[in-house]
C-alpha cells in the first residue's frame, strides 16, 4: 500500500465511526407536569413525542410515540433520534383543550416542566324582564365557542370551559327571529376568570 493511500483511509475511517455513533446517539427527555396553583404532580398525563423532517414543508408532524405521567407527575424517556430529523414534545395546554409543543435539543437530557391550568365553571343566570325579544345567543368571544343558544326565559346555563386568570369575551345577542337581522340587540360583556372553582354571572334584561 502506497503512503498516499493512508491519508484517505483515516478519512474514511473517521466518517465510519461518526456514521456508527450517530446510529447510536440518545435523547432524552424527562419532567413534571404539575398543576398551576397547587404544583401538585398530575397523574396520567398524556404527552406526545413527535419528529418532522428538517427542511420538508410538506412533511406533517408525526406522533411516533406517547408517554404517560406517574403517580407523582414525573416521565422519562428516551429514544435514539434520526439523522435529518427534528423532536418536539407535544403536550396538551393550559385547560386541556388544544395541543403545544416544546422543542428537544437532539443528543442531550431535555428536562422539560409543564404547569397546566384546569377549567373553571361559570353558572350563568338569565333574568327575562321585558318582553322584547324571544331568543337569547351566547358565544365565548375569546375562543369562538357558542354556549347558548335557544329560547330567552328565566333559565340557568353551566359553561365549565373557563381559563383562569383571563378575559372571558361574551357576545350576548338578543333577537326574535334571526340573529343577524335588525331591531336585534348585541351587548358585549367582558368577565375577569379569578381561580375560583365557579363563577356567577346574571344577566338582567
Known amino acids: 500500500m502506497t503512503r498516499k493511500a493512508y491519508p484517505y483511509l483515516i478519512i474514511l475511517s473517521i466518517l ?6 450517530k446510529e ?8 413534571i407536569i404539575s398543576e398551576y396553583y397547587t404544583n401538585k404532580g398530575i397523574d396520567n398525563y398524556y404527552i ?4 418532522h423532517k428538517n427542511f420538508s414543508i410538506f412533511s406533517p408532524d408525526k406522533i411516533v410515540d406517547t408517554i404517560y405521567t406517574n403517580k407523582t407527575g414525573s416521565y422519562k424517556y ?3 433520534n434520526k439523522e435529518g430529523y427534528n423532536y418536539q414534545l407535544v403536550y396538551l395546554d393550559n385547560t386541556y383543550s388544544k395541543f403545544e409543543s416544546k422543542n428537544i435539543h437532539i443528543n442531550k437530557n431535555n428536562i422539560i416542566n409543564i404547569k397546566v391550568k384546569d377549567f373553571n ?3 350563568l ?3 327575562k324582564e321585558i318582553n322584547n ?3 337569547i345567543s351566547i358565544i365565548d368571544y375569546s375562543n369562538d365557542f357558542n354556549i347558548y343558544n335557544s329560547i330567552f326565559i328565566d333559565s340557568i346555563v353551566i359553561y365549565d370551559r373557563l381559563v383562569p386568570d383571563e378575559l372571558l369575551k361574551l357576545k350576548i345577542y338578543l333577537y326574535n327571529t334571526q340573529i343577524f337581522e335588525e331591531g336585534n ?6 368577565i375577569y376568570i379569578h381561580n375560583e372553582d365557579t363563577i356567577d354571572f346574571v344577566f338582567k334584561h
Request: glycine share 6%.
Open 133 to 135: 325579544y324571544e331568543k
Open 78 to 80: 428516551s429514544f435514539k
Open 125 to 127: 343566570e338569565f333574568k
Open 185 to 190: 340587540k348585541i351587548i358585549d360583556t367582558n
Open 48 to 51: 406526545g413525542l413527535s419528529e
Open 121 to 123: 365553571t361559570l353558572r
Open 24 to 31: 447510536d446517539e440518545i435523547t432524552t427527555i424527562s419532567g
Open 16 to 21: 465510519i465511526l461518526i456514521s456508527c455513533d
